[in-house]
């Protein structure tokens, strides 16, 4: 009986090996998937260098707007004083009821 189980556990053992090397797959698609993926990381890659490009071009664009934003509020005047101007006035010649 033990010498039977030990025949069936080899002739188990081998038909799974067998099983295991066959699903394996062959080199030459081994070789295609290898290719493939390459190219993947190729285009992936591009897109990155593109994307990066396209972002210092935004960053530039930025850079420039917040620079014309600067120096139109360096050109307004303060309108500080003629607030505090209207405001007496007012106080001075409208307000006062009789």
Do not use: C
């Not at 069936?8 to 090397?21: E, M, P, Q, R, Y």
């Amino acid at each position: 009986m033990k010498k039977l189980w030990k025949i069936l556990l080899g002739i188990g053992t081998i038909v799974v090996g067998i099983l295991a090397l066959s699903s394996r797959g062959n080199k030459k698609q081994f070789e295609k998937d290898v290719k493939d993926n390459k190219n993947k990381v190729k285009d992936v890659q591009e897109k990155a260098n593109q994307l990066k490009e396209e972002k210092k071009v935004t960053k530039s664009k930025i850079k420039n707007t917040s620079d014309k934003i600067k120096t139109t509020k360096s050109k307004i005047k303060s309108t500080k004083s003629a607030k505090k101007t209207i405001s007496d006035f007012e106080k001075k010649y409208r307000n006062k009821k009789k």
